[in-house]
């Protein structure tokens, strides 16, 4: 990853002593002129910088996912 990234919030996971989620922007994620995505993170261990699962939603994606989270959720 190349782009900058910041941290827009941070969680403890349910079910794990340690366990975090963490939120962040990236800009440029892929090189010069790709697009910004939403980085959400999984770490067990704690260490928001080095999580052991990620996955990268363009911001175009945001309005579907969020969606999909409310349905899982079941308020949709």
Known sequence: MSGKNVL?????????????ISVSSIEEPYGKGSHSVVSIGISLKGNIDE?????????EN???LIDALMEARGTK
């Open 8 to 20: 827009l919030k941070s969680f403890t996971l349910a079910g794990t002593k340690e366990g975090t």
């Open 51 to 59: 999580p052991d699962w990620k996955a990268h939603i363009p911001y």
């Open 62 to 64: 945001l309005d579907d």
